[in-house]
């Protein structure tokens, strides 16, 4: 078990490496050049090549990367050109958190209304409740999520004021008035993933509902509750995390529409800003941290497979 | 000895299953004394398992008619889900075709058994743990001790079914409906399990209902056999009896192609049974039948006592126009 958990550690790393390389590269190629927007409209052919020289740019591609990848570990992630700042603190100390946070409570929300939303779909498959929680999918599914946003805004936050229209308040710092503020964007953010969740939690189960070791359960005398929660979906489990952990990137980039539309200063907003005054560095380390979160996740989900299901522990 | 004259444990009457436009049972009638073995005979598709599934209340999707009285319970065709709850596993319980399928993949054997202790009889954890071992040693699970935290995966088909039968016995029930217990299991480790379960039914005082291919191993371990066919009882009668004064053409073939002794599967009698769409209208082996007469296909033939010279048993019956 340890071996296999290690070679998908190392898979990773791999991975991880690939993708920056990419990153690194795809921006390097990109049209635009940071020099000239940083020295702004007029400047000397001296300054040019003076702070092409101090920020490494004249430097061959690999050394460019080895400095700019050992740097990156360091955290030490350069300073935004625009802005002045440290990128490490703006991107990850500021920006990260407000997208986790938000990623986190999604993610809830998705699980917590999804999985028994689904479980309620298969034990009463082809009734009227299952035919309504399909249409409620399919429409969560179909639907923009900013336009749900923007609705949310306007009848919860507008009309009946019960809830902040917008802005940002860490739950560690103040934790009523961090989940008070996250409950619509999380919503907004969820809705896709509530019904993509009902529909596989319904799907799964069914098929599971069907195996004999369910009427086994119940020919020993478990009551229907205990069939379903404890012998039905304890078997689904693995499924859900895999497609959990794959939906993530999905989750990631809506997390960029969320941001914007409640105002919230994480890795979405911090992206879009970046990407449209061509901060590269910028862009590197909010591509760094989104996919390193992604590729991390799904380290994760491959690890839990044997405790989630026992058959693929090693035998001893 | 079993007292053929005491109330019935179990008893059907007109047990008829309906599964769409298809009747897969059809009339069935039959009683099961205190402590009695009984073997349900037949080949795939006879309706055999349907009769355990029904008992048992676990047939989804299907039209259930008729009543089944069980001592002391009621009509178990009646009763309410919450009552059905309360009776399986603790007076009611069955063992299934394939164990591996039939255990919960996600948790261990141990917890299993222990769950259905502590559920079912009220033990305390540590009681249940006690009662679990025991029970494990007794269905012969070497290791008992070391068993209990193996997941099913881990286990043997022998072992898993020996599991399965220290489970569906936890509780002592008084019927036992064996769902065929072997039929997933090796030819050397089927007569283990079914000797197994025969001997702990028997030191329990319950009775039994042994779902079974083979003709040949229900005469050996049970007392009475109901030869099924097509959904339809076509004989039955005291074991001994069936395997050799059988009056139904039927049984004839299936004695017969039971003597291929090794073989895993049964060699099935020729031919196929009918599909229920095109099912005859009188007997429903006329189309396989080498003794049909004219009069078969067109009339069904009842159920008949086979009473042959005053000292024949009083309960072997048969349906047949024109029987051995």
């Known amino acids: ?316 | 000895m079993k007292d053929m004259a005491s109330n019935p444990i179990l008893s059907l009457r007109d047990l008829s299953v309906h599964r769409g436009t298809a009747k897969i049972l059809d009339r069935v009638n039959l009683s099961l004394a205190e402590g009695e073995t009984l073997a349900l005979v037949g080949e795939s598709g006879a309706g055999k398992s349907t009769i355990a599934t029904a008992l048992m209340r676990l047939l989804d999707g299907a039209k259930v008619e008729g009543s089944a009285e069980m001592e002391g319970a009621g009509d178990l065709l009646a009763l309410s889900e919450r009552q059905m709850v309360k009776l399986r596993g603790r007076r009611l319980s069955m063992i299934f075709q394939d164990a591996g399928s039939a255990l919960n993949p996600s948790y261990t054997v141990g917890r299993q058994l222990i769950t259905v202790l502590r559920r079912n009889l009220g033990l305390s954890k540590a009681e249940a743990r006690t009662r679990a071992v025991e029970l494990f040693t007794s269905v012969g699970i070497n290791d008992p001790e070391g068993r209990m935290s193996a997941y099913p995966h881990q286990l043997s088909g022998g072992m898993q079914q020996r599991v399965m039968v220290a489970i569906a016995l936890a509780c002592n029930p008084d019927l036992l409906l064996a769902d065929e217990p072997t039929s997933a299991l090796d030819v050397t480790i089927q007569a283990q399990i079914v000797r197994l379960i025969l001997a702990q039914t028997k030191s329990r005082g319950a009775s039994c209902i042994f779902v079974l291919h083979d003709l040949a191993l229900a005469s050996q371990s049970c007392d009475r056999i109901v030869v099924l066919y097509a959904g339809q009882v076509v004989e039955s009668g005291p074991a001994r009896d069936i395997l050799e004064y059988h009056r139904h053409p039927y049984t004839k073939q299936l004695k017969s192609c039971v003597l291929e002794i090794g073989t895993k599967e049964v060699t099935a009698p020729e031919g196929t049974v009918p599909p229920h769409s095109e099912m005859p209208v009188g007997c429903r082996f006329a189309t396989r039948c080498p003794r049909a007469l004219p009069r078969c296909a067109g009339e069904a033939p009842p159920l008949q006592p086979a009473r042959a010279g005053a000292d024949g048993p009083l309960d072997h019956q048969f349906a047949c126009w024109n029987p051995e």
């Open chain 1, 1 to 316: 078990m340890w071996g296999q958990a290690l070679g998908k550690i190392a898979q990773t790393l791999v991975v991880l490496f690939v993708v920056s390389v990419a990153s690194f590269g795809l921006l390097k190629l990109a049209p635009g050049d940071p020099i000239q927007i940083m020295l702004g409209s007029e400047y000397s052919q001296e300054a040019y090549e003076s702070l092409t020289a101090e920020l490494g740019l004249d430097q061959p591609f690999l050394a460019q990367y080895a400095d700019w990848a050992v740097r990156f570990v360091q955290g030490d992630w350069g300073t935004s050109y625009v802005a002045r700042t440290d990128i490490f603190t703006y991107a990850f100390k500021e920006a990260l958190p407000v997208t986790l946070t938000l990623a986190s409570f999604s993610l809830a929300f998705a699980i917590l209304i999804g999985v028994p939303l689904g479980v309620l779909s298969a034990v009463k498959k082809d009734t009227a409740f299952d035919a309504g929680a399909a249409v409620l999918a399919l429409t969560g599914t179909a639907f923009p999520s900013f336009l749900l946003g923007i609705l949310l805004i306007w009848f919860f936050a507008v009309k009946m004021q019960l809830f902040p229209v917008m802005g940002y308040v860490s739950p560690w710092q103040d934790f009523w008035g961090g989940i008070y503020h996250m409950i619509l964007p999380g919503l907004t953010l969820s809705t896709y993933f509530i019904a993509m969740i009902t529909r596989l939690t319904r799907a799964t189960l069914i098929e599971v509902m069907e195996q004999p070791y369910i009427a086994a359960a119940r020919a020993r005398g478990e009551p229907s509750w205990r069939v379903i929660w404890v012998h039905g979906v304890r078997n689904i489990a693995m499924p859900l995390v895999t497609i959990l952990g794959l939906q993530l990137g999905v989750l990631l980039q809506g997390t960029v529409l969320t941001e914007t539309v409640f105002n919230l200063p994480g890795i979405g907003q911090m992206l879009t800003s970046a990407v449209l005054g061509r901060e590269y560095m910028v862009v590197q380390a909010g591509v760094m941290m989104t996919a390193t979160l992604f590729i991390g996740v799904n380290l994760l989900v491959d690890l839990s497979y044997p405790f989630l299901d026992p058959r693929l522990r090693a035998r001893k």
